[in-house]
């Protein structure tokens, strides 16, 4: 099976803080996932280079906006290398094969009829790159971001969404395309009280795609932007690539781009007829002082420190395990620390400690040759097909909250069976199963925290590579090995 999953492209006018990470590592964790479950994974990310946002930015730095875009995009390329994001393609929106995407569907929606004419009165906010109509604005404020939005007429071509709105309305309400389901309504009412048409030029905005218009006036950003998904798998250039990804399974989104990627996007698909994406899936915001965080607004958290005092893996599990995915989760240092503490030092990590010394003391720092306990081979069946349900309807914080019954059954049962005490007479069977059930731990949190469970698995000496995917839950776990010198990975933090 092919698996197609998106992030949105990152605005390219500043740095990331920890809300751009948190998409990526999203889709990260999903893409590693479906790679373990034996899919083709293409893993699409990139960043958003053109915009009335950008050219601002890069005249404030007095640089041109291609400098900036140039010095930006390898900011976001270098922090996702340092993240383990294991993209398929980057793709940077200045590229000429995307901008000639955009301009041939451009004419092709002209030539069809579905862009007409129009002249656009309202207001714009340059922070959303947004058209803010008069009704939706009395206090002059973005709805979205509450900055002040600035007064907008000009002359533009408008892209007839009221054309397939019906069909639009149909794939809502009948599929999965709006995730978490819980936001269907405010989709649906988003799409009632739209205009007809959406303006997808701009007239006096000089960077961006030309369109190819008499006018010569710029596409509209995220007319442009949203085709990455497209261009990024070939459309119109690599039809092998394009027809074996399209339509992509899971597009993930925060939660302020959703009338974007649920309302102009499909609509800008069934004017060109191609099928839709599957799902949508919107998250909610990391908030700071319970304000959606945000650099223009300066109340944000960077990524480098966090990961640089606890770890790249600590910063990935803490993201996704914090928050459901899908709701808005308040950040403080406190909770990253206890979560870190609690979870990764006392839980998991003090589980492989005492696991791994026990097995130095007891059985010659040998993994003994034995079978697992029945009751332990059933739970992980039942933690597996519920952590594969979570995991597939994109709900990170509920897997790994299954895999954590694991890794807290484990810890009681070595508390039980007391395979220190001299009479116990089962010590090997006791380590045996331990050490097996570890192993599945690893697997399945391997999407979460990939290089721990790299550095992990070598430590424990494993057979086979845990890149070999959830076929090794099958297998039975050889024993009789030799564990290897160890290190501890989490250490408490005071
Ligand atoms: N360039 C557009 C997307 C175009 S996609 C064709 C854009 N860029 S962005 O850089 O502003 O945001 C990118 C992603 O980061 C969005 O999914 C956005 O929701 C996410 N986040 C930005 N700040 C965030 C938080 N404070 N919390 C969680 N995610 C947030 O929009």
């Known amino acids: 099976m092919n698996f197609y999953i998106t992030t949105p492209l990152y605005y390219v006018n500043d740095k990331p803080h920890i809300g751009h990470t948190y998409t990526t590592v999203a889709a990260d964790a999903l893409a590693r996932f479906h790679r373990l479950s034996g899919h083709n994974v293409f893993f699409l990310t990139g960043t958003d280079e053109h915009g009335q946002k950008m050219f601002e930015a890069a005249i404030k730095r007095n640089m041109t906006p291609a400098q900036l875009a140039d010095i930006n995009s390898e900011v976001f390329k270098s922090i996702w290398k340092d993240l383990n994001i294991s993209y398929t393609r980057f793709i940077r929106t200045t590229e000429p094969q995307h901008k000639e995407v955009v301009k041939k569907v451009f004419a092709k929606l002209l030539e069809k009829g579905d862009l007409y004419k129009g002249e656009y009165k309202g207001y714009y906010c340059v922070h959303c790159e947004d058209f803010v109509s008069p009704d939706e604005t009395d206090t002059i404020l973005c709805p979205s971001c509450k900055r002040e939005v600035r007064e907008n007429v000009e002359p533009t071509y408008y892209l007839n969404i009221s054309k397939y709105k019906t069909q639009l309305e149909d794939h809502i309400l009948n599929n999965g395309f709006v995730k978490p389901s819980f936001k269907r309504n405010e989709v649906l009412n988003m799409l009632n009280s739209m205009e007809p048409g959406i303006s997808v030029t701009r007239k006096n905005v000089s960077w961006g795609v030309d369109s190819p218009t008499p006018e010569g006036y710029n596409i509209y950003v995220w007319f442009d932007a ?149 009751e332990l081979v059933e739970l992980t069946e039942q933690i597996y097909i519920k952590y594969r349900e979570k995991m597939e309807s994109v709900t990170f914080s509920e897997a790994i909250e299954e895999v954590w019954k694991l890794v807290i059954y484990l810890n009681k049962f070595l508390d039980n069976t007391t395979p220190w005490r001299e009479e116990c007479v089962d010590k090997e069977k006791i380590l045996y199963s331990t050490i097996y059930g570890i192993r599945n731990i690893l697997l399945l949190m391997s999407p979460f925290i990939p290089s721990s469970v790299d550095t992990l698995w070598k430590m424990l000496n494993l057979p086979k590579t845990p890149e070999e995917g959830f076929g090794l839950l099958d297998e039975k776990l050889q024993g009789g090995i030799k564990t290897n010198k160890r290190e501890i990975l989490f250490m408490r933090k005071k």
């Open 226 to 374: 949203l085709l990455n998904y497209l261009s990024g798998i070939g459309y119109l250039s690599d039809e092998p690539l394009f027809n074996k990804y399209w339509p992509a399974n899971v597009q993930l989104i925060g939660k302020d781009i959703m009338k974007f990627h649920n309302i102009m996007w499909p609509s800008m698909l069934l004017a060109l007829g191609l099928p839709l994406p599957k799902t949508i899936f919107a998250h909610g915001w990391w908030t700071l002082g319970k304000t959606k965080m945000s650099k223009s607004k300066g109340n944000v958290v960077a990524p480098q420190p966090l990961m640089k005092e606890y770890g790249v893996d600590p910063f990935r599990y803490f993201l996704l395990r914090e928050v459901p995915f899908g709701l808005d989760g308040e950040y403080t240092a406190e909770n990253f620390k206890k979560r870190y503490n609690s979870d990764l030092v006392n839980d998991l990590g003090n589980l492989i400690n005492r696991t791994l010394n026990l097995i130095d003391t007891k059985t010659s720092g040998i993994i003994p040759d034995e079978s697992p306990y029945k």
